[in-house]
């Protein structure tokens, strides 16, 4: 078995994958690239990834085509997250696998992919169920959306002049339910890309089955979580810019190469990272570090993955100093 530098699950956002099929396709082969050149700096790598257009183009696929055939029921967002799961993970493989074939510093010591369609509990009493505010699938009409919350029960929220969206809860994850699998594919050093778009949510029933619900759960919570339960040495979350800032965007704006997680907590306080964007990220990276000693989370730009890894840039956040 190969000797690993350190255990890293790579948690990529939504620029690492485009935002249809053929921009998809163009996409996986830079984070191909990306990817193996972490392995072949000998870290063993393990991936999730976010999945917000991909699953949105799917649910809006299976709803157009219950409303043209009336006798074919409306699928669940639970399935949809895990069609995407399948078919990012399909291109994804695919991609990782040819550019570890093409380089003879990979040849030399081989590595399977598989992706591991991935289940995640979450807690039916997650006060996130009480306010569904994550959105999801196209824009709608009145009128659409008047139907759709008619016919399949969906919530619906307006957002000015652009129109209305479906919008569901987003629970934290609790439970991994594949996790013994993705442990021992990696424990036999394969590279595992599993819990996309944060999982598959479901909910245990009574008496031990598994029933899929209506939510999106956040993909770097998921990631951190899958980084515990596999004792990973890092968490490398990639996102579009290559450091955490206060000020985002403003003129005093500060990009911040270090951050533990006293600063995180009393810059969140103040309203430093956006809801939909930074903060769940510096959080998730702040749980991470938080339950073990040794271990850092990054948080930086696809492009500077391996630069982040060795110590020249990104945002490092690591525990109580």
Not at 42 to 47: D, E, H, L, S, T
Not at 62 to 81: D, G, I, K, Q, Y
């Amino acid at each position: 078995m190969k000797t690993w530098k350190g255990r890293v699950v790579v948690a990529l956002g939504g620029n690492a994958l485009g935002d249809t099929l053929p921009e998809q396709m163009d996409a996986v082969k830079l984070t191909a690239k990306t990817i193996v050149d972490l392995i072949a700096e000998g870290w063993q790598v393990i991936v999730s990834h976010g999945n917000g257009p991909q699953v949105g183009l799917i649910n809006n696929a299976m709803a157009a085509l219950s409303r043209e055939n009336p006798r074919h029921p409306n699928t669940p967002l639970s399935v949809c997250v895990a069609m995407s799961q399948a078919y990012i993970g399909y291109d994804l493989q695919n991609a990782i696998r040819e550019e570890l074939n093409r380089r003879e510093e990979t040849k030399a010591n081989p590595v399977s992919v598989a992706t591991v369609i991935t289940q995640v509990e979450v807690d039916p009493y997650d006060e996130a169920f009480l306010s569904s505010d994550k959105p999801i699938g196209h824009y709608m009409t009145r009128e659409q959306a008047a139907f759709a919350a008619q016919q399949y029960g969906y919530q619906m929220r307006e957002y000015g002049d652009k129109g209305w969206r479906r919008v569901v809860p987003s629970p934290r994850p609790q439970r991994i339910v594949e996790v013994d699998t993705i442990r021992t594919l990696a424990d036999a050093g394969q590279m595992v890309i599993a819990c996309g778009g944060g999982g598959i949510p479901v909910v245990r029933q009574k008496e031990g089955h598994l029933q899929g619900t209506a939510a999106v759960i956040d993909k770097d919570f998921c990631a951190a979580l899958l980084a515990e339960e596999l004792q990973a040495d890092a968490l490398l979350i990639l996102t579009n810019v290559e450091k955490v800032a206060l000020n985002y965007g403003k003129p005093e704006q500060k990009w911040l190469d270090q951050l533990d997680p006293n600063q995180i907590r009393s810059y969140a306080g103040q309203g430093q990272f956006a809801a939909g964007s930074m903060l769940p990220k510096v959080l998730a990276a702040m749980e991470f570090v938080e339950d073990g000693e040794d271990r850092v989370a990054i948080i930086t730009q696809l492009e500077k993955a391996s630069d982040a890894l060795n110590g020249r840039t990104g945002t490092r956040i690591v525990g109580h100093s």
